[in-house]
């Protein structure tokens, strides 16, 4: 959403935070260690003054404020911004906000293990609820080599803590992101997290070449027929109920859609349809992220 803040780019948000306004009470990721990820590389983090949000949140204009009805709290982890002047924002984005419905932020592991259920359930009854949230990989040894810091086990306790206190969470995992070694290990446990978990929302991604060269030079990378069978078999593992499975980022070789377990054969059946077609195309098939986009 347009909007009148002197922003530190680069900005990121998440595709369905497209018309949010963004208010970036932090710069950067608090982690910034993942090996794969080239996203705030060119930033160090920190936590804005309060008084520089509060000045922003005062300076949109009147005509502006009853059109806003979604914030998007950047950058990479919002969720890490002190716990009482987290409120005290909720609490002026509302009051300056009528029409606001939702405000949503990224989450890290670092930033949910630091919050209580009863200060998530304090951020959650003023609006902030939802937080999305890069488990990348259900496998340890996975998680291990992209740099996460944690492991599945304590991200699912993580994540478990938010749902309770009612938030919804929105899930992303890499394809690819395990290399060929460990493709069918990376896909089985981030079924079984998924799972184990039912998040509202569950995207994919795929791994690609930007800012992360030295992670390629750590795995054996998938090609493209390889990244789609890896799909299918995480959509074939995948149990949650009540999950939306979105697969409609810009690194993703193949669009899916919908509720699990209701469109679940679906789901799977146009996975199938989707690599038996990529097969009749062997030199696309064979081609990996080197011959691909460098977005990511
Ligand atoms: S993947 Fe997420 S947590 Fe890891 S460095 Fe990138 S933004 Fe930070």
């Given at each position: 959403?347009?909007?009148?803040?002197?922003?530190?780019?680069?900005?990121?948000?998440?595709?369905?935070?497209?018309?949010?306004?963004?208010?970036?009470?932090?710069?950067?990721?608090?982690?910034?260690?993942?090996?794969?990820?080239?996203?705030y590389?060119?930033?160090?983090?920190?936590?804005?003054?309060?008084?520089?949000?509060?000045?922003?949140?005062?300076?949109?204009?009147?005509?502006?404020?009853n059109?806003?009805?979604?914030?998007?709290?950047?950058?990479?982890?919002?969720?890490?911004?002190?716990?009482?002047?987290?409120?005290?924002?909720?609490?002026?984005?509302?009051?300056?906000?009528?029409?606001?419905?939702?405000?949503?932020?990224?989450?890290?592991?670092?930033?949910?293990?630091?919050?209580?259920?009863?200060?998530?359930?304090?951020?959650?009854?003023?609006?902030?609820?939802?937080l999305?949230?890069?488990?990348?990989?259900?496998?340890?040894?996975?998680?291990r080599?992209?740099?996460?810091?944690?492991?599945?086990?304590?991200?699912?306790?993580?994540?478990?803590?938010?749902?309770?206190?009612?938030?919804?969470?929105?899930?992303?995992?890499?394809?690819?992101?395990?290399?060929?070694?460990?493709?069918?290990?990376?896909?089985?446990?981030?079924?079984?997290?998924?799972?184990?978990?039912?998040?509202?929302?569950?995207?994919?991604?795929?791994?690609?070449?930007?800012?992360?060269?030295?992670?390629?030079?750590?795995?054996?990378?998938?090609?493209?027929?390889?990244?789609?069978?890896?799909?299918?078999?995480?959509?074939?593992?995948?149990?949650?109920?009540?999950?939306?499975?979105?697969?409609?980022h810009?690194?993703?070789?193949?669009?899916?859609?919908?509720?699990?377990?209701?469109?679940?054969?679906?789901?799977i059946?146009?996975?199938?349809?989707?690599?038996?077609?990529?097969?009749?195309?062997?030199?696309?098939?064979?081609?990996?992220a080197?011959?691909?986009?460098?977005?990511?």
């Amino acid at each position: 959403m347009n909007c009148f803040f002197p922003y530190d780019e680069p900005v990121f948000r998440p595709p369905a935070e497209a018309d949010s306004l963004i208010l970036q009470a932090t710069i950067g990721c608090s982690h910034n260690l993942c090996r794969f990820c080239g996203m705030y590389k060119t930033k160090r983090f920190r936590i804005r003054p309060f008084w520089e949000l509060l000045a922003e949140v005062e300076s949109i204009p009147a005509s502006f404020r009853n059109l806003v009805r979604r914030v998007f709290i950047g950058d990479g982890d919002g969720l890490i911004y002190p716990q009482g002047e987290l409120v005290r924002l909720l609490d002026s984005l509302a009051a300056a906000l009528p029409g606001l419905t939702r405000v949503a932020a990224y989450a890290s592991p670092k930033s949910l293990a630091a919050k209580s259920r009863q200060e998530l359930e304090q951020l959650r009854d003023r609006k902030l609820r939802l937080l999305y949230f890069g488990l990348e990989s259900g496998d340890g040894e996975t998680l291990r080599l992209a740099g996460k810091g944690f492991t599945a086990g304590e991200m699912l306790g993580h994540c478990q803590k938010a749902q309770q206190a009612a938030m919804k969470l929105s899930v992303t995992a890499v394809l690819g992101l395990a290399g060929k070694a460990r493709s069918v290990e990376h896909a089985e446990a981030t079924a079984a997290w998924i799972s184990a978990l039912s998040p509202r929302y569950f995207s994919l991604l795929t791994l690609m070449r930007g800012g992360n060269d030295g992670y390629f030079s750590l795995i054996e990378p998938l090609t493209n027929g390889a990244i789609l069978g890896e799909a299918l078999h995480m959509v074939r593992r995948l149990e949650p109920r009540g999950t939306i499975l979105r697969s409609d980022h810009v690194s993703n070789l193949l669009f899916l859609s919908g509720t699990y377990p209701k469109d679940r054969h679906r789901i799977i059946a146009q996975a199938e349809a989707a690599l038996q077609e990529a097969a009749r195309h062997p030199r696309w098939f064979r081609e990996t992220a080197d011959d691909r986009s460098e977005f990511y």
